[in-house]
């Protein structure tokens, strides 16, 4: 990454602390976080299922509803390798 895209992306990331909102995960079926639209993992990597999903401001449960939905693009949801 370029120093300015360094920095917009601290930038990006500070807005979103400032944001201040609740942070959920839930462990969820494999097939069924996989299928959540926005979400972020690295796939070459072999998760469990079920496996537990984190995500910023939309509780895992609505992404879950419906994981075609735009919901997952608009926030933080991510498989969770340990916190």
Same mark, same amino acid.
């Given at each position: 990454?370029?120093?300015?895209?360094?920095?917009?992306?601290?930038?990006?990331? %500070?807005?979103?602390?400032?944001? %201040?909102?609740?942070?959920?995960?839930?462990?969820?079926?494999?097939?069924?976080?996989?299928?959540?639209?926005?979400?972020?993992?690295?796939?070459?990597e072999t998760y469990p299922d079920p496996v537990r999903v984190v995500s910023i401001g939309i509780p895992v449960e609505e992404l879950e509803a419906d994981p075609y939905g735009p919901a997952g693009n608009t926030t933080s949801v991510e498989f969770c390798g340990g916190t």
């Open positions: 990454m370029s120093v300015e895209q360094v920095k917009a992306t601290e930038a990006l990331c %500070n807005a979103v602390i400032d944001q %201040n909102e609740p942070v959920y995960a839930k462990d969820s079926s494999l097939a069924v976080a996989k299928a959540i639209q926005g979400l972020r993992a690295v796939f070459e």
